[in-house]
């Protein structure tokens, strides 16, 4: 059973243009959503997360929207930059649990120069 | 030191061979957890720690798995009888006590595991 559903698989973006990536989930109790972000042979960093009682974060470029009635979240990333090139994965997790990170499969995201 | 490290960055084993995975986790923190990554799909849970307290387990796939912590710092990820279908990075991460909404959880480069 895959709890966090992340779309599209792959997405290419020309530089300056948006980047959205979408995530929905089914556990009601996930009440911490981060999104990663991952270079060929690296782990993943931490990119910006997002609780259930606000509907939208903003750091920088990126930015998260959260749909807690639909369940569901997205990335977006303004003026995308060939350096943000990297694969993106969604998380969830309850952190009145045993904190481990459900993550989605990822999205590999290529902006051309 | 600087950032979660993982030994080796690269590991080939035969089929039926033991290997054991190693993760120093960032000075002082209290919380640890591996993942395996195969590839091409997103980090999946193995197991976590709380100092030397193995508090989840659920995500270990057999009982070939086994990871350990004795002193609440380095913890190793050991597989016994390797199999094919254990190939895939295996990433370890840890955090500091308490929990947050910026709480970060910082990750290693992994160590791929190869099985032939």
């Known amino acids: 059973q895959q709890q966090v559903k992340q779309s599209p698989q792959s997405l290419i973006v020309q530089k300056g243009g948006i980047s959205i990536i979408n995530c929905a989930y089914e556990?009601?109790?996930?009440?911490?959503f981060p999104w990663y972000q991952q270079f060929p042979g690296k782990g993943p960093a931490l990119l910006i997360a997002?609780?259930?009682?606000?509907s939208e974060k903003k750091e920088g470029r990126f930015t998260i929207s959260f749909n807690k009635s639909a369940k569901q979240f997205s990335l977006h990333i303004m003026d995308s930059q060939p350096g943000d090139s990297a694969t993106y994965f969604c998380?969830?997790?309850?952190?009145?649990?045993?904190?481990?990170?459900?993550f989605g499969k990822g999205t590999k995201l290529t902006v051309n120069p | 030191g600087a950032g979660v490290s993982q030994s080796p960055r690269y590991k080939v084993a035969k089929r039926g061979q033991d290997v054991a995975l190693r993760c120093d986790p960032i000075?002082?923190?209290?919380?640890l957890f591996w993942y395996q990554q195969a590839l091409g799909q997103g980090p999946e849970f193995l197991t976590y720690?709380?100092?030397?307290?193995?508090?989840?387990k659920s995500g270990l796939p057999s009982d070939r798995f086994f990871a350990e912590r004795p002193e609440g710092s380095v913890s190793t990820l050991k597989i016994q009888r390797t199999q094919q279908e254990d190939s895939a990075v295996y990433l370890c991460?840890?955090?500091?006590?308490?929990?947050?909404?910026?709480?970060?959880?910082?990750f290693g480069s992994g160590t791929q595991l190869s099985v032939l």
């Open positions: 991460a840890s955090s500091r006590p308490s929990r947050g909404l910026d709480e970060k959880l910082f």
């Open positions: 556990n009601t109790a996930f009440d911490y």
């Open positions: 997002i609780r259930p009682d606000v």
């Open positions: 998380a969830a997790t309850s952190q009145g649990g045993s904190e481990k990170l459900v």
């Open positions: 000075s002082g923190h209290v919380s």
């Open positions: 720690f709380q100092n030397e307290a193995q508090l989840d």
